[in-house]
């Protein structure tokens, strides 16, 4: 299974940015999808997750700014950030947790990061 992202890029403070990530391969189905960021020098962490009925959980650093979205028949999640902030500079992941046939064990994938730059 591979995650595809892009997206990412530099912008000011206050702008906006859209990270799309495409899962592919043999998947039978995609349970949670997510969004991790890793800034130099800390641990990778957790900014958004949606599960496949639209539930969601942000971190609280990105509330009321980002928003994550899928399609499921494309097997594609979003990270929608607006009013970005210098902080939120980082190389963002994608994850997906799936299976690849009924009954089979949850299966976890990651993308190969996408560098987000906000400059203040």
């Known amino acids: 299974v591979q995650l595809v992202e892009s997206g990412g890029g530099l912008v000011q403070a206050g702008g906006s940015l859209r990270l799309s990530c495409a899962a592919s391969g043999s998947i039978f189905r995609v349970n949670a999808m997510g969004w991790y960021r890793q800034a130099p020098g800390k641990q990778r962490e957790l900014v958004a997750s949606?599960?496949?009925?639209?539930?969601?959980n942000y971190s609280d650093s990105v509330k009321g700014r980002f928003t994550i979205s899928r399609d499921n028949a494309k097997n594609t999640v979003y990270l929608q950030m607006n009013s970005l902030k210098p902080e939120d500079t980082a190389v963002y992941y994608c994850?997906?947790?799936?299976?690849?046939?009924?009954?089979?064990?949850?299966?976890?994938?990651w993308g190969q990061g996408t560098l987000v730059t906000v400059s203040s």
């Open positions: 994850n997906a947790v799936y299976k690849r046939y009924p009954g089979g064990p949850p299966l976890d994938a």
């Open positions: 949606i599960t496949s009925d639209g539930s969601t």
